[in-house]
């Protein structure tokens, strides 16, 4: 079974710095797919950032990327000029090549921005 | 576009009833998977409709059903309450593309009492 680990409980960044926030998964397959979600205290998770694993190049969206170390299997996500609007929790997701249903998430990283 | 929409938003039963949750897809998307999270922990998968049929489910007793209707509207049905039931409910839709990623709703806060 899949399983994926955010081993950051918590984080926190000073407002316009960098922060990055880490995720690991286990998989024997070799086409996945990854995802970063956000969900800020209003509830209503949202999707970040995606990244197909047999692409070397590593996604990007704005001030959002990540690093993505396949035989590693970690898939970290650098959050660029952090905004007070980041403030939430953020979850890495994993989802095999062939089911483009069920996807398996971490517990998640509290992300706090100090103004 | 309209967004994934759910209702109840909050729900308060007592153990061993049954529950009906609801669940709006968003507009162009033909599949929908529902998610059940506990306070502090991720989402949990419960199980996946498209085209009407289930098409995957997670490790969730059979007390937990659902139903997808023609227009990929969506609903979870939750028989025998239990206090560990008490959860946060999701719903997420999604086309049936393997890459691309859910769209979620704001969630059912369900409490079992």
């Known amino acids: 079974a899949q399983t994926v680990t955010q081993s950051q409980p918590e984080m926190s960044v000073q407002e316009a710095e960098t922060v990055t926030l880490s995720c690991t998964y286990d998989t024997s397959e070799s086409d996945y797919y990854l995802f970063w979600y956000k969900q800020p205290p209003s509830r209503q998770m949202i999707l970040v950032i995606r990244q197909e694993a047999y692409k070397q190049q590593n996604a990007t969206e704005n001030r959002f990327s990540v690093n993505f170390q396949k035989a590693a299997k970690s898939f970290s996500l650098k959050i660029s000029d952090s905004q007070l609007g980041d403030a939430a929790m953020y979850f890495c997701a994993y989802r095999r090549g062939t089911n483009a249903g069920k996807s398996t998430f971490g517990d998640g990283t509290t992300l706090t921005v100090k103004p | 576009e309209t967004g994934v929409t759910q209702s109840p938003t909050h729900l308060i039963k007592t153990r061993g009833q049954q529950v009906t949750l609801r669940c709006s897809s968003q507009s162009g998307h033909n599949t929908v998977s529902w998610y059940q999270q506990a306070l502090g922990q991720g989402p949990q998968f419960i199980f996946q409709?498209?085209?009407?049929?289930?098409?995957g489910r997670g490790n969730f007793p059979p007390r937990f059903s659902g139903l997808q209707f023609p227009n990929y509207s969506s609903e979870l049905n939750v028989n025998a309450l239990e206090l560990d039931d008490s959860a946060l409910y999701l719903c997420?839709?999604?086309?049936?593309?393997?890459?691309?990623?859910?769209?979620f709703g704001s969630g059912t806060r369900l409490t079992v009492v």
């Open positions: 997420a839709s999604s086309l049936a593309v393997l890459n691309y990623g859910y769209t």
């Open positions: 409709y498209y085209r009407e049929e289930e098409n």
